[in-house]
Every structure is written in structure tokens, then in C-alpha cells.
């Protein structure tokens, strides 16, 4: 089965939104998605489009210590992932899953999108996030709930 995908964004993890967006922004990236937090992954992002081409998604954690990117800033951040836009976020990570790849996160809801993701990391290390192309409901109760 061929999946058919498009480059949604790439994800460059910082540890405070307003200093990264102020150093894109220097450089000619353009917001495009306010910082909104997102309680469910922990996380605030927003996204700016760089050259006019390419977005990034600025990832920062909610409470130091309790997120999904503490290991990655304790690396130093930067580039974390690249998503891609899919009809079915669950046949994507099957897919990935049958090539070898380990689910990092199954399909949630992520606030910011209003679309459900989810993460495999492959062998090579390369971290992929896939997202719905159509937009989905919360989760009822606001909680991680899959979707």
C-alpha cells in the first residue's frame, strides 16, 4: 500500500517560543499559527513559513520537566521531526510500523492543528509525525484519548 503524503512541516524544538519566533522572524520567516498551547502533548507551538516555502513548527515545552521535548532540548533542540500530511494518521503508522519503525506516539488530538497525529521513529533515527489531512473533533474530556 502507497501512501499518499505531502510535507505538512518540520519541527525545530526551542526551549521559549517568543525568543525563537523573534529569530525567524529576523531572517524573513513570516507567523502563520499563533503560539497555542497544546495540553494534551505538553508542548506550546506555533508555526512561521520560512523563504516562503518551507514551515517550521516551533515546539516548546508547557512546564519545564514534564514534556515530550525535555530529552530532545537536553540535546541542545533544533530540528526534531518532519511531518507529513496523510488521509489516515493509523494505515501511515501501520505502514511505518511494518518497515521497521517503533511508534512513539499513537494517534491524538493535537489542539493547535485540530487534527489527529502521530509519531514512528525509524531506524535511521529520523522522527516522523504524521498528521490528517481533514480536521477532527477533540477528544471528549479534553483528555489523550485516541481519535
Known sequence: ?????????????????A?????FEREG???ILEPTPDPIQGVHVCVLRVDGVVDIELVAPIFAGSSPVDSRLARGGG???????VDSVADALRQ???R??????????ACAF?????????RSGLVVEFMSRERTP????????DV
Open 96 to 98: 511505518d510500523e511494518n
Open 100 to 109: 521497521g519503525s517503533m511508534i512513539v506516539c499513537p494517534p491524538t488530538y
Open 1 to 17: 500500500m502507497t501512501l499518499n503524503v505531502d510535507l505538512a512541516h518540520m519541527g525545530y524544538v526551542v526551549r521559549d517560543l
Open 19 to 23: 525568543p525563537a519566533i523573534k529569530r
Open 114 to 122: 485540530q487534527r489527529t497525529i502521530g509519531f514512528a521513529q525509524r
Open 79 to 85: 530540528l526534531d521531526h518532519v511531518c507529513y500530511n
Open 29 to 31: 520567516g513570516v507567523l
Open 138 to 145: 477533540p477528544p471528549a474530556g479534553g483528555d489523550s484519548a
